[in-house]
């Protein structure tokens, strides 16, 4: 296990070297630690944000001296005691790590998905033959990032799978179900990118009003659901 520092106020746990090979045990692993970590309640940690192989903590500095360490070995104290939680800890099991089953509904209608046809193109597959498949796949958040929300999907049949866009789009609407290489997502929040859409879903999955402000975190488990344009209006947030 390393721990390296992430700027002055940070540091990352790597749990697992690669992702690639065994998407589900590295995933259950760092949610493990992150389980780990949040039991122990550490002092001055602010935040833990679990990544594909990582989980990076956030610190206050100020807090960890009041704690006892010296200001100028605020990281050695910290790490120290990561290492006794994480070496100290008995194994956690996948099962016993509460995570959600959600399921989202989404509305295929072309003006949501004006990369639907260019999908199936690749897919050699028909629009419609698409989103079954799209919709017959339980997927898993690996993690939540690039904008407040945003879940990056693993899971997707390997069919469906298509390249980013050669020149990414200014301008996404929230809500928006895309396709980005083997990997699928839903963009939380207007902003640009370049992932290939597919649909769109009327629930707003980033909040900043709510705890917690996303829908999704990482380990849960997503199902999508079509909709006719009718019901996404009446179910619009």
Known sequence: MEIAPLGDSAL???????????????????????????????????????????????????????????????????????????????????????TSLVEIPVCYDAEFAPDLEEVARRAGLGAQEVVDLYNATEYRVHCIGFTPGFPFLGGLPSKLATPRRSTPRKEIPAGSVAIGGAQAG??????????????????????????????????????????????????KL
């Open 12 to 98: 990352i746990v790597r749990v697992r070297e690669s992702f690639d090979g065994a998407p589900d045990e590295t995933l259950n692993a760092v949610l493990a630690t992150r389980r780990l970590l949040e039991n122990a309640q550490l002092p001055g940690v602010i935040e833990l944000a679990p990544a594909y192989t990582t989980v990076a903590i956030f610190f206050d500095p100020v807090l960890i001296v009041a704690a006892g360490a010296k200001p100028n070995e605020v990281f050695d104290w910290l790490a120290e005691r990561i290492r006794k939680v994480i070496s100290n800890a008995k194994e956690v099991r996948a099962d016993r790590i509460k």
């Open 186 to 235: 839903i963009y939380p929040v207007k902003s640009p990118g370049g992932w290939n859409l597919i649909g769109r879903t009327p629930l707003r999955l980033f909040d900043p009003q709510k705890k917690p402000p996303a829908l999704l975190r990482a380990g849960d488990r997503v199902r999508f659901r079509a909709i006719s344009r009718e019901e996404f209006e009446q179910n």
